[in-house]
């Protein structure tokens, strides 16, 4: 993880993102594709985090 970042706010964010997709999902389930949420976002979070 990138030094600059603080884990506790990158936590927050990550979980953030997860509820939310959470909730998207049952709002709209046929809106959120979450087999391709599986590959994509943690593909999002580690170019983000990457040192």
């Known amino acids: 993880m990138r030094p600059d970042l603080d884990p506790h706010d990158t936590a927050v964010a990550i979980v953030g ?3 939310g997709i959470g909730i998207q999902w049952l709002l709209d389930r046929d809106s959120v594709d979450l ?6 976002l943690p593909e999002l979070w580690r170019r983000a985090l990457a040192a």
């Open 17 to 19: 993102d997860l509820r």
């Open 35 to 40: 087999g391709r949420l599986r590959k994509t």
